[in-house]
């Protein structure tokens, strides 16, 4: 594709509209990452498709009072901008990549969560490469007013240029990082909490008393056991997990119990744990 006929192309993909003059963005990947931003983009006036996954399988969506979003079996052809948005099984995140690389035009972008996974690698599972752009998707962050995004080796300034279009929409700016497993926040804050279920572990302090003493002597607003708690511990096992398996340091080795709460549910909050 030449430069001139991208640079095009790029641009149709912001301007992509439905029949009623709303941009079209269609969402696959985990819960409760595709309700977030589902309800989110919803309310700024796009036309959001949640889209079956590569198992045939939509997010067990809450039930939505303001009808933020619709749902459907197939990708839209006119979608304008994609996001997929699994972190915890890289073997479905590869399926919904190129099943969205086969259905969307070559001019529409696809934002991807890169942060247990890189976006470069990413970007091999389908043709025309440099649709992909990689960004720090996490349960429980929209609140934020910054997001971290990771463009692969192959992404054009046009397709930067619509994504940060695309941020600004929703109110936030972008942080350009290195396309690195893990990016800049999800690494350090589940090395964070990683070391704190080891002193769980270890019997140093409760669940209640590390994050009391992580708040008050650093000042976070949220404790690390709270933090890991909000985004999900299968998520922050599978950012550690990622690290370790691409860096092969033994700083980055998932707690044992860590695992446990991972696999387990919600077991830790009325067991002996908590306490």
């Known amino acids: 594709m030449g430069k001139a006929k991208r640079k095009s192309d790029q641009r149709s993909a912001v301007s992509g509209q439905t029949s009623g003059g709303r941009a079209v963005l269609s969402i696959i990947g985990d819960s409760p990452l595709v309700e977030e931003y589902a309800e989110l983009c919803g309310s700024k006036g796009y036309d959001v498709v949640v889209v079956r996954d590569s198992k045939g399988k939509f997010p067990p969506t809450r039930e939505q009072k303001s009808k933020a979003f619709r749902e459907t079996g197939a990708i839209p052809p006119e979608t ?6 699994t972190n915890t099984d890289l073997p479905a995140k590869r399926k919904n990549i190129e099943q969205l690389g086969k259905a969307l035009s070559p001019a529409t972008a696809i934002l991807s969560s890169s942060i247990t996974v890189t976006a470069t690698r990413q970007s091999s599972w389908m043709d025309k490469k440099h649709r992909l752009v990689g960004f720090g998707a996490l349960p429980g962050f929209l609140d934020r007013a910054l997001v971290e995004v990771a463009p692969t080796v192959f992404s054009p300034p046009e397709t930067i240029e619509v994504v940060r279009t695309f941020f600004h929409s929703l109110g936030k700016e972008i942080e350009i990082v290195q396309d690195r497993v893990g990016m ?9 909490i990683n070391e704190s279920i080891f002193a769980l572990q270890d019997d140093v302090a409760s669940p209640a008393d590390i994050d009391t003493a992580m708040k008050m002597g650093v000042n976070y607003p949220l404790g690390p056991i709270e933090w890991a708690d909000r985004i999900g511990f299968k998520n922050v096992y599978a ?6 398996d691409d860096l092969r340091e033994d700083r980055y080795r998932v707690a044992p119990l860590l695992k446990q709460m991972a696999e387990g549910g919600d077991w830790w909050k009325q067991s002996g744990t908590t306490s």
């Not at 304008?80 to 948005?85: G, H, M, R, W």
């Not at 800049?184 to 964070?192: E, F």
């Not at 950012?239 to 370790?244: F, G, T």
């Open 80 to 85: 304008s901008l994609a996001l997929e948005l």
């Open 239 to 244: 950012v550690l997990s990622a690290l370790e």
């Open 184 to 192: 800049v926040l999800p690494r350090i804050l589940c090395q964070i």
